[in-house]
């Protein structure tokens, strides 16, 4: 990773240019230009009027959602390279469609900047937004750029369809049902944990040169997560709906306990199947941080967590990219962890207020 | 206007509340609780879930746009109630598709707000919000509610619908169309003034009682804006379709010079025409601002600014509703103010830089 890549990456280096000198329209229109269309089907009229202009697929419902990522709260100018933050924007809300079962097709970018930002800078944040729309087939149709007083805000908001059967709900989860998740959770928490190290170091010492070596797995899942689109093409094949569904962003602990409490269940997570990579373990080690504390608690892996009916168990058992980690249970025997040696431990969620504030 | 509605709303006055005793998610449900669904054939599924789900009406297109409001710079929370703020951040958005001569029907709001804020201040942005909701008959079926180091950032993505051959773009507009606008201008930035002026002289002495008396309309023009859904409303009754058309949020000039890069035409806006209110002229005059420049270049109005062919001049020419204020012409001539006098002075977008960086 390259350590220039700090806060003076707002400035643009050495080419910059004033936001003054486009004005919002001539922003707009610069920033959002080289985005193609991907579903003109759907997308009948993107940026350039007072709003989009969509059209339904046939026999569709449409999923829409929105996040607002803030400077100094969700990313760290210090440590979050601008395309990186702009492809993680994206893949954060196209997550929240993929946590509907459903796949995404268009994004509308808000943007507030102060004039620490330059033009180059902000085109290096679309570059990254630009990547991400490319790979998962995303139009952007929609933009908002003002300004800020300081730092930067990003606001997104994302659209997508299904077929209204296979739109899987928080709230559908039964008992018996087996609790999967898509694959391995804590390493973006403990990439986090390196970058903020890293930090702490840099401003000690500006000279110093960052020691990542052998981390490149857990800060990419840090810096550059991708939504699990694949899970919902894999569910489609083996022809499982999932019954209830979410996507890992506070952490496992706070997403089962959404799960079971909008489908009226327990649930039953065995601390022995929550997969944690090993690079994600040696890093944690080095934090004195258990991996499962981090899997529980750490947030942001956006991995998939759903439930499926025992019917489709033959169907799922032998797919690597679906791992079963507990199965849900009737509401009044409550939701636990439990460890190898049997015993029950409530699960608590940790995950906003001990992590998003930051 | 209460005097005391400054800075210290933010705190919620006796009953403060803190919004870490919530939590994000009860949060949410604290403040979207008491939203009514008005349109359960589109609103398939509201807040709490990873997405809304939305079913289009049949035969109709989507219509979506998203604006971004930012505390010290589209608000001053020093003489901006929170109720009207709410209502405002509502209305603008709304306005953005009557601009479209489509009616709304969903909003999605993400906030992002420090801890100087309370519950009891939230609840009152939403009071105002849900107000705006109530009376346009829209529903909020998403949200985001998030930290952030300073300020409030309110976003906003509106949804709306019409039937594919009445969407108003802005680029239709054609030669000898009449320009048409629904109201008057000037007033929305004649309030600002007012508002500013005040607030200079509160931080002077902050014992002061605000002399607004005989101001209350422009004072609502600025503090809550209505989107002119009854034009839309107006049109569809009359048969009209209009050939363009743009909400006024920047200024006449720049709404003006859209329309005619747009439709690749140019545009003769008499200035005579234009239509400022008595209450707004006095109150500018106490600033030594013609009209004129507070209409072309003030913003905010949030009136819609459409092109009519002449076909249709029969049906709108004795409508109290639509004033007549110039035509299109032929791209070469250009697009000018003409005063009284007939010279030509070209028109210039002094909306954005002007006034949005205030």
Same mark, same amino acid.
């Given at each position: 990773m390259d350590k220039n890549l700090n806060e003076n990456q707002a400035q643009g280096g050495e080419n910059r240019t004033e936001l003054e000198e486009l004005g919002e329209f001539g922003l707009i229109d610069r920033l959002t230009e080289s985005f193609s269309v991907h579903n003109p089907q759907s997308t009948l009229k993107g940026v350039g009027d007072d709003a989009a202009v969509l059209q339904m697929p046939q026999g569709q419902v449409q999923l829409v959602s929105k996040d607002l990522l803030m400077e100094g709260v969700h990313f760290d100018m210090t440590y979050c390279p601008l395309k990186h933050l702009g492809y993680k924007a994206i893949a954060v809300n196209l997550s929240d469609i993929a946590a509907m079962n459903a796949k995404p097709a268009q994004v509308l970018v808000g943007i507030a900047v102060s004039n620490r930002y330059s033009l180059e800078a902000l085109e290096e944040l679309y570059a990254g937004m630009r990547l991400c729309c490319d790979r998962y087939g995303v139009d952007l149709v929609g933009g908002d750029t003002v300004s800020s007083r300081a730092g930067l805000a990003i606001s997104v908001t994302v659209i997508g369809y299904a077929e209204p059967q296979k739109v899987a709900y928080r709230g559908g989860a039964k008992e018996n049902d087996l609790l999967c998740v898509s694959g391995n959770l804590g390493g973006a928490y403990a990439g986090l944990l390196l970058l903020e190290r890293e930090k702490r170091e840099f401003l000690a010492n500006p000279k110093m040169q960052p020691d990542?070596? &052998?981390?490149s797995y857990v800060l990419e899942r840090q810096l550059k997560p991708e939504p699990r689109l694949d899970i919902v093409d894999l569910l489609a094949e083996l022809n499982v709906v999932p019954t209830s569904m979410i996507d890992v962003s506070d952490g496992l602990a706070s997403e089962i306990l959404h799960l079971s409490k909008a489908s009226d269940c327990g649930c039953m997570l065995y601390q022995s199947k929550i997969p944690v990579d090993a690079e994600t373990c040696k890093a944690l080690e080095m934090f004195k941080i258990l991996p499962e504390t981090a899997a529980l608690s750490?947030?942001?892996?956006y991995e998939l967590l759903f439930t499926v009916a025992q019917k489709d168990y033959e169907k799922i058992? &032998?797919?690597?990219?679906i791992k079963i980690i507990g199965h849900m249970v009737e509401k009044a025997q409550g939701t636990f962890l439990v460890p190898e040696n049997g015993s029950l431990i409530p699960l608590t969620a940790q995950g906003w207020q001990a992590f998003n504030k930051r």
């Open positions: 990542f070596q &052998d981390f750490g947030g942001e892996d058992k &032998d797919n690597a990219k």
